[in-house]
């Protein structure tokens, strides 16, 4: 079946430590995003490519790096992660911008920062 | 900007009907609509298209009024499956241009009991 999968499922990293969280997809859709979420609270966009167009909201800390190697892969790097970092990442593709067939998301990585 | 989602949770018994509300304060083009079970990802449920036009899925269903800038899914005869946090998303166009991101809103917790 054509899915959106992430890497680890569960990732515990140090204080500090830099982490590199990955996504991979087989529905060759063009648009990948990057999302975090919180306990109880919507996902909220880091980045998204649109082919290899890549952008970043204005509020994602400096932090957080993307990277998409080739259509199928994208990568989330936190450079130093502190505490308030720890959160679900999903990772999530659409095959247009608005997402007219709707977004299709990864299981997520939660990550732990100790 | 975030669309506003009302109520914030609701309680159901099994076989009763909610409606999940979802507004914007700008002009809207189209309306996603997702489930979250706790500790999973977003799940795609439906789009609303401009046109006013109303969508099902399963009985889940949803109508999209562009003029008043709000959506509302009609959840009819709850299933104790229904039960996860319901997510409305607005496409935003970045720049103008033809590259879109969605927004999510806070989100609509369902809890569907025996």
């Known amino acids: 079946d054509a899915m959106v999968i992430q890497n680890p499922r569960y990732q515990v990293t140090q204080f500090g430590k830099p982490v590199t969280l990955s996504c991979s997809q087989t529905l060759n859709h063009n648009v990948m995003y990057w999302y975090q979420q919180k306990s109880s609270q919507a996902p909220k966009l880091l980045f998204h490519y649109y082919d290899k167009d890549f952008n970043n909201e204005a509020d994602t800390p400096d932090n957080f790096q993307s990277r998409r190697p080739n259509t199928s892969f994208c990568f989330l790097d936190i450079r130093s992660p502190g505490l308030g970092d720890a959160a679900m990442y999903l990772c999530a593709t659409s095959q247009t911008p608005g997402g007219a067939g709707g977004y299709t998301f990864g299981s997520g990585t939660r990550l732990t920062v100790v | 900007q975030q669309p506003v989602q009302s109520p914030q949770a609701v309680i159901l018994r099994e076989g009763e009907d909610a409606v999940i509300n979802c507004s914007s304060s700008?002009?809207?083009?189209?309306v996603h609509w997702y489930r979250q079970k706790h500790g999973e990802a977003p799940v795609f449920l439906m789009i609303l298209l401009k046109g006013g036009e109303q969508k099902g899925h399963d009985k889940i269903s949803a109508s999209f009024n562009e003029k008043k800038q709000q959506s509302s899914l009609y959840l009819t005869a709850s299933q104790l499956s229904y039960s996860g946090t319901y997510f409305c998303g607005t496409p935003q166009s970045l720049s103008g241009g033809s590259n879109y991101k969605l927004t999510f809103g806070k989100g609509t917790l369902l809890t569907v009991n025996p």
């Open positions: 700008k002009a809207l083009y189209s």
